[in-house]
């Protein structure tokens, strides 16, 4: 079941949100009167929709759901979809009586937000099996209520959460069992796909981690009284771990791509809204472009660290081998914040908080569910003083007992990376850009309904660009290495779904032409072919727009362009995709900023 709206996943790779008092909230402006009319819409569709998936809600702000679970009962896509199709019944009922222009867009954003809701639907019902890693559902679950940043009243739901997921609450089946049967009832259709084979086995190897993850929360926050209804959960997540190598491994495709319908709704859904062969054509275009500019830097960082190699390939293995371990991880982010902060201010790049960024690293459960760095959203409604978190994840599981236990990275605990790293996701990148709309104020129409993953993603690639120039040139090699991973994904992730690329061919590149590590490449890869098709391409495509309509706003406003000014205006439209975006640049900021200078 795909929710658009909680789809903060195609984003930050399945980043999950969690709610805290750990801080004071800051002081908010009042909201504007056609915010509060068009959150009163937006309520419409919580409340409609947050019984079906009360985790993903409770984790966004709404309330009274922290013991409730999601819905896998009989006949819960067709439910889904019958509600859906009321809410969009009452907002067109609405929008034909709205006059405010900005009321009538966010009716808009919602309404398109649940047609693209019937429709993933549809298109999931017509071409798959359902399938579900139910140990991570349990895990995330449980996770959404015992974290630092929760306030400790609500903890105690979790037991109850436990439970349900146990089936030892009256009314309610465990949810392994549930899962099986949802998949039993499409499993004999024929014509249906199953679930690639990679993200089958990926899956198995990585149950473990969530299985001990949950046993792990509930001993760190001492919940009394887990044991019994943790214990039930282990064996029926074991029950339903021999379902799937029985029943889904034989039903498993080796062939990851996805019909072309599907993977187009996807790409139109992450915010691509050009065909596949001409972003490729794009990307191979700046991939090209980018190599030429890293081995000019390579060249000058060579000479200033007094290495024999040029070549860029060489240069970053070298920079690679000046590795950050163990207790120094977060201090080095921790002091690389403060300079890249420092920066910002001396340029007056974007206009920051006062109050720090948060920095931690990933446990094992977390990095089994994503195995690279990402920032973690805080929730968007009812915030009080929840604040995202730029995660750093040092190694990736593999199968438990096998020689490579613990795979590690080399890509980002390196001095030269954190620069990048820390630009994307912390400052300027996503964490103030969703912090942003939580201490500015922005509809939550814009901040949860609009959400692509071509705006959020493609921000954090500007924001690497805009720090770049600053850097010293060691950051400004790796800065440009992870642009050129962002191109790489743009002509990589649709050739795959083409059949033009294989998956060895695409590792290939990753790590000969892009110097990823083994690790890094692996994840890469799974990324395009079963984790997320097409989200990839969303960093690359996304910043390109945003250097597109900066230039055009430059070329208008010459001397007179103030880019704190215009970044601050950009956070403050929230998640508008790139055409909406350019159409808010356009009227409400081009539009008074030309009167004001004609004026002068």
Excluded: C
């Excluded at 887990?226 to 282990?234: G, M, S, T």
């Excluded at 340029?347 to 990933?362: G, M, N, S």
């Excluded at 007179?560 to 956070?571: G, M, R, V």
């Amino acid at each position: 079941m795909k929710f658009s709206a909680i789809f903060f996943a195609s984003l930050f790779a399945l980043a999950l949100m969690v709610n805290a008092q750990s801080n004071p909230a800051p002081a908010k402006p009042a909201l504007p009167a056609w915010v509060e009319r068009s959150n009163e819409n937006t309520r419409l569709v919580l409340e409609s929709e947050s019984k079906f998936a009360p985790e993903e809600y409770a984790r966004r702000g709404v309330e009274g759901l922290d013991g409730e679970i999601r819905d896998l009962k009989p006949g819960v896509e067709e439910r889904t979809r019958a509600v859906e199709a009321d809410v969009v019944k009452q907002l067109e009922r609405r929008l034909a009586q709205e006059k405010d222009p900005l009321v009538r867009q966010d009716l808009e954003i919602l309404i398109k937000a649940e047609n693209d809701n019937i429709q993933g639907s549809l298109l999931q019902e017509k071409y798959e099996i359902p399938y579900f890693n139910a140990g991570r559902i349990a895990y995330f679950g449980i996770f959404g209520l015992l974290d630092d940043q929760v306030a400790p009243e609500r903890r105690p739901a979790a037991l109850l959460r436990l439970r349900k997921y146990a089936g030892m609450e009256p009314g309610y089946t465990p949810i392994a069992q549930l899962a099986q049967d949802r998949i039993r009832e499409r499993l004999g259709k024929p014509g249906l796909m199953g679930p690639a084979r990679l993200q089958v086995e990926d899956d198995l190897a990585n149950t473990k981690f969530f299985v001990d993850g949950i046993g792990k929360l509930f001993e760190k926050y001492k919940i009394a009284g887990y044991e019994a209804p943790y214990a039930k959960l282990k064996e029926q997540l074991a029950d339903y771990e021999s379902f799937v190598r029985k029943e889904i491994v034989p039903r498993a495709r080796q062939d990851f791509r996805l019909p072309p319908e599907l993977y187009a709704f996807d790409l139109e859904n992450y915010g691509i809204d050009i065909p596949p062969a001409e972003l490729a054509a794009m990307a191979h275009k700046a991939f090209a472009e980018i190599q030429g500019q890293m081995q000019t830097v390579a060249a000058q960082v060579a000479k200033e660290k007094g290495y024999k190699v040029t070549d860029y390939r060489d240069v970053i293995r070298e920079l690679k081998k000046d590795q950050i371990v163990g207790d120094a991880i977060l201090p080095h982010y921790q002091q690389r914040l403060k300079d890249i902060e420092a920066i910002i201010r001396r340029e007056h790049l974007v206009t920051l908080p006062d109050r720090p960024a948060r920095i931690r690293l990933a446990s094992d459960a977390e990095t089994a569910a994503q195995p690279a760095p990402h920032m973690a959203p805080p929730r968007l409604l009812g915030n009080t003083g929840e604040q995202g978190e730029f995660i750093l994840p040092l190694n990736i599981p593999a199968a438990p007992g096998s020689k490579e236990a613990m795979l590690k990275y080399d890509d980002f605990t390196f001095a030269a990376a954190s620069w990048t790293l820390t630009s994307h996701e912390a400052r300027p990148g996503h964490e103030l850009q969703f912090d942003y709309m939580i201490e500015k104020g922005v509809s939550q129409a814009r901040a949860l309904y609009a959400f692509n993953s071509t705006n959020v993603e493609g921000w954090g690639l500007y924001s690497e660009y805009i720090m770049q120039p600053f850097m010293p040139h060691e950051g400004q090699l790796i800065s440009l290495q992870h642009r050129l991973m962002r191109a790489a994904r743009a002509f990589i992730d649709p050739e795959l779904q083409a059949g033009k690329l294989t998956p060895d061919q695409a590792r290939d590149i990753l790590l000969n032409d892009v110097v990823l590590s083994p690790a890094m490449a692996k994840e890469e890869v799974e990324r395009y072919t079963f984790r997320m098709p097409g989200q990839a391409t969303s960093y690359f495509y996304g910043y390109t727009r945003l250097r597109e309509l900066r230039a055009d706003v430059e070329k208008n406003m010459g001397p007179h362009f103030d880019q704190e000014k215009y970044h601050d205006f950009i956070l403050s439209q929230g998640l508008l995709p790139p055409n909406l975006l350019r159409k808010a640049v356009m009227q409400d900021y081009m539009v008074p900023a030309n009167s004001s200078k004609a004026g002068n």
